[in-house]
């Protein structure tokens, strides 16, 4: 991430007004207010406002006239009650703002995410800085080897075949994985600069189209219809405002190891922001919902006879070879119990 | 529920109004449509209109051009496959409208789901029938026997006392209720004879004050300021229409156990015709979410333990005493387990 | 509003508790934070907390690195436009929670504003102060003027009679209300006391039905069923936050002159609210919203004629009668273009 | 718009289920139900199913239990009365589901609109087909000389310039206007020439970095990542499901003259389905918003001045040049008033 000289400037000159406030503060997140946390190769995260902090949550559930909190660990026990019991009103008290920096691609995965308050800048009515984003060499042949993984195998699911057929595929397409092996580094480095090169080419023809406009000579054609010449991989920037309880939800969905890379980068550097600023939250959503599982019927059953030491034939519950795997994934030692059966 | 023969033959002549339509069509459902369905003493659940069924579900999450279906066998395993990875948006490509009559103090609970359109027959410029709820004697002996549990604790927690006095809190109270047991039969009917007369003095009222529009000698007050008389037991009806992903969420919490009995006596009926209507998803949502248990961090290692066959210690783990007790319900094979540590 | 020497205190021993901070301040929010705004004979509105000020919608708007703000000049010109051209998302950027106290039909109306965060006080696990609404007898003697008038008039509507059937309907009411006149100040006295007799009584029986929980005899019935026999007047408080767009929303509906005078009082009270808080907004949002006229197809074409000097016939136009009353509410002078067609 | 014939296949064997219901239905709309709807040069519209009509309107402002309706004339009045007072809850009681078939930057701003559903075609784990939008020639010569209108206005207001320096910008900009002329037929000819050149190169760099996995030679790269070389003219899909408020309001902005000419396109194609959906709505929303001039205090009273014969000093009133500009277009007598002054 670079950024140039005067935005820092103002970023520190907004930062060095301190005000009193007889609204709750954390010193913690004051400590980055304002500052870019830098993400991939140009993006940021920077913490532009925020609205109360843990007292606050247990100041609404209790509806309470003061600031809420009479000690740390009844507010703990009470956030954990509401975490757990997903009474999840409380946790929409709390409201944080950020001004992000990030590729096209991963804004259009971010504003599905519907509960939140946006403000982009306008590629109709702004000039786009040329920036966009390339993947490490490293992340490339990562994910090369993935891919034959999940994403490959949910798509067959979507294409449904018939059921029988779903069973085989991870299999052949392991076989391929075998034989291609990792992608070579140099082959790695060829691609980003293929990408790179790519999106040069891009750019020039959209400063090319808008011309005229800027001392350039060109055709001045409307800065809404040039950019759209631009690649996905393209920076934008956005005000993003969401409450704690949809930051947590956003969070979930996106910190997990089935989130894209790229805005999974920026997920974890919100985790940190949120540990920062609600450490109880973060601790309760942590052990309720980060590093729970969820049994299902059938996996509760599968649990049960394991517990009772009666061989689990995951099969005859109805658990598919999927949904096993990622039991098993939970709780290792139910491997034991099936070979059991 | 009684309802009045003219508005019975204003249904009946909606429904003998049949028209072909190119739309997915649910004969489970349209059986049914327009016709009320019986909940507490004078509410009512009916089915207004829908949009989509099981197969929707599938043609929206595959983004396809025909109906979306080729077999049943691939739709129920996408299904589920959607449900267990809480891809919510397909779900939410169906849609339901309800009409509703129900007291005004579950209204108030139900209004709390915020993702729904509402039409609520209006007490400002309409004069309300004078209808109320009352409990059954039996739900009265019931309900408090159950008071000194659930809600009184939860209530102590909001209350924050220190975690160890939360300990003891709940003994005390079954002490009490083993004194008091079950309310006798006579004084519940007293009771529900105290509450009736309560309602109709307040009818008695309200009316007197609109009085003079309705023929009435009486006040000709305004009924907007009339109708603050009136006891939240009174009956009000609205229209609600919401998507089948939201509708499940509402049912998720309201035909739970800790729901309020009247409310889940709606969230029953709802959950039928839920069943009627996209029948592969009705078994999906049992499977991955009513029947479903939620291990935390600290519940996962304590099962974890147990198939090990360890000794297990609640307390070292961070459970407390109602989580263990909650996870126990859940997975009653861990008792034992905790007898071993 | 009477409020308990004890929770005045914490509320006193919270504003006491002054923190630096790195985040836009409003002074004249800060005054005011905390304290207990008088609404009704028991409500209270109370700024519990705040994000953003004036400058945050600008800098928003912008997507700006800083402060945003460079002149007030600007910003005041930015603001405006935003207003009038409805670009509300940067509106969104600014956020208030509020603590209030309202009677529950109040609160049914305010809930109707879905996009808001919620907490209200728990009547299933709390016990309800005996606090309830009673109007003014001004009030009374008002609101029976007035009841022949608009409210009459759309039930009339709503319940469909032939158009030309309506055309005459206000006019007998008129009579009707002629004849009767105001309500006289001692049956006014003598309403309120009825009113007040049947709260008294309603409460004195949700006290006996709990009973045994609080020292008194009684009946131990679930608190959550024993309110359901409390009027509708009875007070309730929640924690409400929501986003300035929002907030004017529901000011523009609620400080209505066709908005009920009680939820109206809330109303007032938070436009005061965001005078002190964003006082550019406020401006913008009276000029082009408050104090704003739509003019219809219609209304369009009959304002040009009477620019142009020419007679006009509202009913040609298909202006209504209700329709035309209000045109010319405000727009005076088209009255006298009306006498010369 | 080119689609393939068993896409077409598909799409009439669904059309040619017709089922019997109970529900609402639309003759108008069921005969264009599932056909695409052509928009650009690939783009389409497909009404994929609906529920509701006129008459659900009236129904659920009444909380009806039949069909609601008892004439056409007093719906009508009914509707155009809800429409005129924004009571928008009853028009949230239809819904339409719609699949889309758009460019990326169009999906950009359409998502914008959040009260909705949608699932898109997922890129992530589908290959996209080789189809992206180029704009006519016509289209841009037409941009061209829009330039230097609106957008460049706006972009400059939103740079802050003091107020009097944005009393000039505009002049100069015509003045360059009129210096270059129309974008000559040949040149805007070149320039699509260019945008295709490249719109093509990225594809094929797109298909290469894919490879392997579709039996072309090529690096095997993860779809998710390989998308990004795509430009944002890339055609996308996706179901879209709203309800009738909220599709009016999407349409109230991107049918208006100030939209991008690309979303606009789509919003006219939906305007002709809404008005073969609900006809009686639609004509409300055209008379009632389409069509409709809002004036705010300042116009207010520039019109009352004009309508007693007064001259009328915009500036005096406090009303910007752009704002009388837009003031007069609506109401063009309004020129005369200031010319007397």
Redesign the interface.
Known sequence: MRLEAD?LA??E???A?????????VAAL?EI??RPLPVLDHGFVRV?????DDA?I??????????GT??V???R??IR?LM???HT??F??C?I?L?VKL???V??QW??H??A??????A???VLDREF?L?DREL?QL??L??SGD??R??R???????EA?ATAPQSTNNRQGR?GK?EAD?AAD?VR??KR??E??FT?YE??LG?DDGVEG???????A????????YT???W?I?LHNLLHFLR?RADR?A?HEIRAYAEVLLDVVRRWVPLVYEAF???RL??????????EA??R???GEPVDPESL?L?RR?WDELVA?????AG?ARKG
């Open positions: 935005k103002e970023i000159a907004a930062r007004e301190v005000t009193p406030t007889r609204r709750p503060t004051e207010l304002g532009v406002d925020y609205m109360g606050a247990v100041q609404a559930a209790r509806v309470s006239y003061g600031k009479k000690q660990s009844s507010d026990a009470l009650y757990r019991h997903r009103s409380p929409e008290m409201e703002k001004h590729p096209i691609f804004a259009r504003i599905r519907r509960t308050s946006v403000n982009e800048y306008s109709r009515y702004s984003y993947p490339l994910v090369r993935e891919r994403s490959v949910q798509e699911l979507f294409d449904a075949p018939a059921p779903r291609e992608l082959v691609v293929r990408m790519a999106a080419t891009d023809l090319k189209l005229a055709f001045g054609i409307a800065r809404e219809l950019r759209t010449v631009l690649p996905l991989s393209t920037q956005w005000y405002k409450d969905l089935h894209q942590e052990d309720y590093q729970a599982v969820e049994l299902s019927a059938a996996a509760r649990v049960r394991a517990l009772r109805g598919g949904e939970a709780l290792p030692e139910l119990a």
